[in-house]
C-alpha cells in the first residue's frame, strides 16, 4: 500500500510567484492534513479535511494561503503571492477516519522563497 | 491557545543508555502520539496512546499517557546510532481533530 505522497519534494521560487503544493493521501483516508515547519521550530496544523470539506482550517496564516480537495482525494496548497516567511517544509498528513487516529505524514515539499 | 512544552531540546548521549523525554500540555488531551523523523522525511509514528494511564511499547520504545491528560512520556532503552533523529510528541485536545505538536527533542547518539 503507497503512503502518503508529495508533490514536489522541493520548490524554489521569488517573492511574488505562487506555487502549488500536492499531496495524495493514503487510498481510502477520510482525514487530510496540512502541517507546516518552519526554520527548525514546531510542526504548525495549517487545516484539516474530511473528505472534501474543510473540517478545521484555523491554522491557515492569511489569505494567501488557499487549500482544496476536490472529491475528496488528492489535495492542493496554493500560495499566491508568496512571501518570504512562508518558507519552509509543508507536510501533508492523512487518517482513516476519525475514529483511527494514526496520523501519517507524507515526506514533505522543501518550499524556499528566495 | 493550546501549547505543548516538550523537553529536553536536544540530548548526546551514548551508545546503549536509555533516553527520556516528555511534553506537557496546557489542556487536557484525549490522545498522544509520538512520531521520529529522520533529515529529509516525514515524521514517522511510533506509538499512540489513547486512555490516561495507557503504557505502550513498540521494541525499545515505551510511551505513557499521564494520568491527568496533560502529559505524556517517551522512554528509549539501549539506544543505538540509528535512534539518531528529531522526536516529537503530538496531543489532540477534546473538542477537536486536530493534533498540536510539540517543539522536538534533537537526540544524538555517541557510539
Known amino acids: 500500500e503507497a503512503g502518503v505522497t508529495q508533490f514536489p519534494s522541493h520548490s524554489v521560487i521569488e517573492k511574488g510567484q505562487t506555487v502549488t503544493l500536492r499531496c495524495d493521501p493514503i487510498?481510502?483516508?477520510?482525514?487530510l492534513y496540512w502541517y507546516r515547519r518552519v526554520m527548525g521550530k514546531e510542526i504548525k496544523f495549517l487545516l484539516h479535511?474530511?473528505?472534501?470539506?474543510?473540517?478545521?482550517e484555523s491554522g491557515m496564516p492569511n489569505n494567501r494561503f488557499l487549500a482544496e480537495r476536490t472529491g475528496g482525494t488528492y489535495s492542493t496548497l496554493k500560495v499566491q503571492p508568496a512571501e518570504l516567511e512562508d518558507s519552509g517544509v509543508y507536510f501533508c498528513?492523512?487518517?482513516?477516519?476519525?475514529?483511527?487516529?494514526?496520523?501519517?505524514f507524507g515526506s514533505g515539499t522543501q518550499l524556499s522563497v528566495l | 491557545g493550546q501549547q505543548l512544552n516538550q523537553s529536553p531540546q536536544s540530548m548526546f548521549i551514548q551508545e546503549g543508555e536509555d533516553v527520556s523525554m516528555n511534553c506537557t500540555s496546557s489542556?487536557?488531551?484525549?490522545?498522544w502520539l509520538w512520531y521520529k523523523q529522520d533529515p529529509g522525511e516525514g515524521p514517522v509514528l511510533l506509538i499512540a496512546?489513547?486512555?490516561?494511564?495507557e503504557l505502550t511499547s513498540n521494541g525499545r520504545l515505551t510511551a505513557q499517557f499521564g494520568i491527568t491528560r496533560k502529559d505524556s512520556f517517551l522512554n528509549i532503552s539501549a539506544s543505538i546510532p540509528s535512534d539518531v533523529g528529531i522526536y516529537f510528541c503530538?496531543?489532540?485536545?477534546?473538542?477537536?481533530?486536530?493534533?498540536?505538536f510539540g517543539t522536538g527533542t534533537r537526540l544524538k547518539v555517541l557510539a
Open positions: 487510498s481510502g483516508h477520510d482525514n
Open positions: 489542556s487536557i488531551f484525549n490522545t
Open positions: 496512546l489513547y486512555k490516561a494511564g
Open positions: 503530538a496531543g489532540r485536545a477534546t473538542g477537536t481533530y486536530k493534533y498540536i
Open positions: 498528513a492523512s487518517s482513516l477516519d476519525l475514529r483511527d487516529e494514526k496520523l501519517f
Open positions: 479535511f474530511v473528505k472534501e470539506s474543510k473540517q478545521d
